[in-house]
């Protein structure tokens, strides 16, 4: 079974840049979610999709992050403009439902540096 | 305040033996779960044993276990008979859902670095 799908690895811009991500989930996974990683702390949630619906995106800085999900699948990450603390690994994860015991499968992640 | 607090920022294990990363939670919520996983450095997150609040017995998965004290809010992961491949990053966390269904977010803690020694 082929696991969660993350490009590109790794990513350099220069602050106010655009970037984009891109992550394509296990197949059959219903659920995906993007989180960021910070240098020296865990992941935290930024969006949570159930489907092609927005389940939760109250930590996504909407002034500057949009995500989408179209047709339920493949989903995109973007960021525009990029500042400096926008340095994360940005990480892709899915699990069959939402359901709170529910495995959530990671993908190996998007390293970006904005300088 | 913190929701997971993990007090061991980094920690050698000699291979071989058996070594136990510290984790404390805060919920004042009935149902929770509690997860652990392994990051290497290529950088994927590995997930490796689930606690459901309610369950009475600890969890375990092949080398791994976890010493759950429900009362001390305290979930630590004990790895036996630790390899070379075992030296990453360890985080802990936490999901709350109430008893309509609602779930909140995965709750990570800042992680424990493992080194295991030849």
């Known amino acids: 079974e082929a696991g969660v799908a993350q490009s590109p690895r790794y990513k350099i811009i220069e602050k106010r840049q655009s970037v984009a991500f891109w992550c394509n989930p296990i197949s059959g996974h219903a659920t995906l979610y993007w989180y960021q990683q910070i240098l020296g702390q865990g992941p935290k949630l930024l969006i949570q999709f159930q489907n092609n619906g927005v389940v939760d995106d109250s930590q996504l800085p909407k002034d500057r992050f949009s995500a989408e999900r179209l047709k339920g699948v493949d989903s995109t990450l973007k960021i525009q403009p990029a500042k400096l603390e926008d340095s994360a690994v940005y990480l892709c994860?899915?699990?069959?439902?939402?359901?709170?015991?529910?495995?959530?499968?990671f993908g190996p992640g998007t390293r970006l540096t904005v300088l | 305040a913190q929701k997971i607090t993990q007090t061991q920022p980094g920690m050698f294990v000699q291979e071989k033996e058996a070594v136990t990363l510290d984790c404390t939670y805060d919920t004042s919520d009935q149902s929770y779960g509690l997860f652990w996983y392994k990051q290497p450095s290529s950088g994927e997150m590995i997930f490796l044993i689930y606690q459901g609040s309610y369950d009475e017995q600890n969890a375990t998965e092949g080398r791994y276990s976890l010493n759950f004290q429900k009362a001390r809010k305290s979930t630590n992961l004990v790895i036996s008979a630790s390899q070379l491949g075992d030296s990453a990053m360890y985080f802990c966390a936490m999901r709350e859902w109430n008893y309509g269904g609602s779930q909140g977010n995965l709750i990570f803690g800042k992680g424990t670095k493992l080194s295991v020694k030849p």
């Open positions: 994860a899915s699990s069959f439902t939402s359901g709170g015991g529910d495995e959530q499968f």
